[in-house]
Every structure is written in structure tokens, then in C-alpha cells.
């Protein structure tokens, strides 16, 4: 009885190591995989960190090219393929997740480049910046396709967000556009990419775009007033990199300076927008100003301005003194005659 339990034992440690060795298997994979002739995306899954992830470019049975990547973690990443000389022709993709010299995981795609291919949807545009990403597509018949939103930070996208079922029914002569506004908070003068991917289910059609760009602060003068008394101006954001800068106000007369006032702005990102007042020293006096409004950055560079005229006018009196002598007259008039009939009285 005793031996049979612990062979019993035995076997059920040995299916409990089994049954975790088949769960790491499981919980690490290339979930998804896709390229074109420029680039390529693959979607990993489980405890992947530390893996290499390998990726062949293959022409006919023949490696044109491998891109090594060790990743950090579950998530999207992405490589750009060298250019080259490429011909006509069926490619395929192959992504190998490694681990300790084993391949865990193994996925291969294939996509046709060059030649004349019916196209359900074409992207006329397309372009990322600090703000997001912009497109336009058009469309030989209506359709709906699905659209996939990349912040790309080195290798790895940061972001990935879908969007589903989106009908496209502009014609090729009238594209609709489409904007996606990054949700993060990108560092100024950092290096991102912008990817986006399109999905057409019903014809198994897929597209794909991005380019780099440099993540940069960005605001604009929106709306300005000015006075005797003083000024302001609104600034509005216009990057997803936060906008720390200052509104200078430059006075004249006849080219001389009469005042300069520099005032910060609250910190800005897309579409934030805020107005930032001053005072005059004193109320001006009559005449002809120009008023030179300029919205600095960080480092003291011109990011915006806008100029206009004041024209100061006399201020007119306030009728406070008048209607008080118009007022005090009646009153003395009534008193003078009143006087004046006692003085009669008298007499008689």
C-alpha cells in the first residue's frame, strides 16, 4: 500500500510539473503577426520578458533579412525593414519568440508586393505628429474596416487602441478624414513613430502606415484685447507635449518702447486654452499705440505673435459734478427767495 501511494504521489507531481510546463508553453506566443514590404508588427502574449524575438524576411525560400529584438514584455512591437531593392512577388514573415536557445513560439505571415491589386479602400494621406495622427481615406464602393492606432516609442508600441467597424463611403475624389489625439503625454524633443493599421475583414485586405516624428511643444495666440487700461491674449495648446512658456507684451509709440510686461502661461497640452491679463503702469494718454503680443517658449524662441493698434481717446468727465450743480441751483434759487420775502415783510 505504501509503495503504491507513492508511486501514486510520484505520478501526480510529475502531471502537476507537466500541466505548468504546458501552461508556460501556452502563456508565452506570438499572437498576432503582420508586414508589408517597409515594415512589420507582432503582437506578443504571457511572461515574454527577457525573450529574443526573431523576425525573417523570406523571398522564395530565401532569407533576404533578420531583425533581432529582445523584449521586455507582453505587447506590440515593431520593426522597419532596410530598404532594398525589392521585385514583384509573394514574401513571406516568420517571428521566432527564443528562450534559452528554444523556440517557444512561432508564427509566419505572406503578403504579395508590387503588380496591379484590387483595392476595397486607399489612404490618400497620412501623418503623425505631436498632436496624433491623421488620414484620409477613400473608397471605390462603401465599406467598413477597422483601424489600429500605434504610439511607437523605439521598438515597442506604447499605445495600441482599435477602432471598430468604421464605414468608409467617401468616393476617391472625396476621401473622409480621420484624426486620433494621442492619449499620452509624449517628452519634448523625443523620437516617436506614429503607425496606423487597416483591416477590410470582409476582403481580407490590410494597409498599413507610419512615419517618425520629433515630439515637440507647441501653443498658438488665439485671441488678443487690448485698451487703455491694459491687454490679453489666450493661448491655446497644440501638442500632447506640455507647453510651459510666457506672453510678452511690447508697448509703443512712434518706435519707442513704453512698456514691456512678460507674464507665464499655465502649462498647456491640445486644446487646453487660457487667457493671461496685464495692467498699464497708468490709463493712457490720447493717442496712437501698437501693441506687439509675442508667446515665447521654454528656451525664449518666437512660437507665436500678433500686432494691433490702440487708439487711446480722451476720457470724457463724469456728469457726477455737473448734476450736482444742477441739482444744488434750485435749492439756493429757493433760499434766495425765501430771503427775500422775509426782507419785504419786514419792511411792511
Not at 508565452?28 to 515594415?39: F, R, T
Amino acid at each position: 500500500m505504501r509503495i503504491s501511494a507513492v508511486w501514486h504521489l510520484a505520478a501526480l507531481v510529475a502531471l502537476a510539473a507537466l500541466m505548468a510546463m504546458a501552461g508556460t508553453a501556452q502563456s508565452s506566443e506570438i499572437a498576432n503577426l503582420y508586414s508589408n514590404i517597409d515594415s512589420a508588427d507582432v503582437t506578443l502574449k504571457g511572461d515574454v520578458a527577457g525573450m529574443a524575438l526573431r523576425m525573417d524576411l523570406i523571398d522564395e525560400r530565401r532569407l533576404i533579412m533578420t531583425r533581432n529584438l529582445t523584449v521586455d514584455g507582453p505587447g506590440t512591437w515593431v520593426i522597419r525593414w532596410p530598404a532594398f531593392h525589392a521585385e514583384k512577388g509573394s514574401y513571406d514573415v516568420c517571428a521566432f519568440l527564443w528562450e534559452n536557445g528554444t523556440v517557444v513560439s512561432r508564427k509566419c505571415d505572406s503578403f504579395f508586393y508590387g503588380g496591379v491589386e484590387p483595392i476595397r479602400f486607399d489612404v490618400r494621406d497620412f501623418r503623425a505628429d505631436s498632436r496624433g495622427m491623421h488620414l484620409a481615406i477613400s473608397a471605390s464602393d462603401p465599406t467598413v474596416v477597422d483601424i489600429y492606432y500605434m504610439l511607437i516609442d523605439g521598438n515597442k508600441a506604447v499605445y495600441v487602441t482599435k477602432e471598430q467597424v468604421i464605414p468608409i463611403t467617401g468616393s476617391f475624389a472625396m476621401p473622409i478624414t480621420k484624426d486620433y489625439a494621442w492619449k499620452q503625454i509624449l517628452e519634448n524633443g523625443r523620437e516617436y513613430a506614429g503607425r496606423v493599421k487597416i483591416v477590410e475583414l470582409n476582403h481580407n485586405q490590410t494597409r498599413s502606415f507610419m512615419n517618425s516624428f520629433l515630439a515637440v511643444d507647441d501653443a498658438m495666440i488665439t485671441e488678443t484685447y487690448q485698451d487703455e487700461t491694459g491687454a490679453s491674449a489666450t493661448v491655446m495648446g497644440n501638442s500632447r507635449v506640455p507647453f510651459e512658456g510666457s506672453l510678452r507684451f511690447i508697448l509703443s509709440q512712434n518706435g519707442s518702447i513704453l512698456n514691456t510686461t512678460e507674464k507665464r502661461t499655465p502649462v498647456l497640452l491640445t486644446g487646453d486654452d487660457e487667457t493671461v491679463e496685464i495692467t498699464w503702469n497708468k490709463t493712457l494718454e490720447p493717442g496712437i499705440y501698437l501693441l506687439r503680443t509675442v508667446l515665447l517658449g521654454q528656451g525664449g524662441a518666437v512660437v507665436d505673435l500678433e500686432e494691433n493698434v490702440i487708439e487711446a481717446k480722451p476720457l470724457l468727465r463724469s456728469n457726477a459734478t455737473d448734476t450736482a450743480k444742477e441739482a444744488d441751483f434750485p435749492a439756493g434759487a429757493a433760499a434766495l427767495a425765501m430771503l427775500t420775502i422775509v426782507l419785504l415783510r419786514r419792511r411792511r
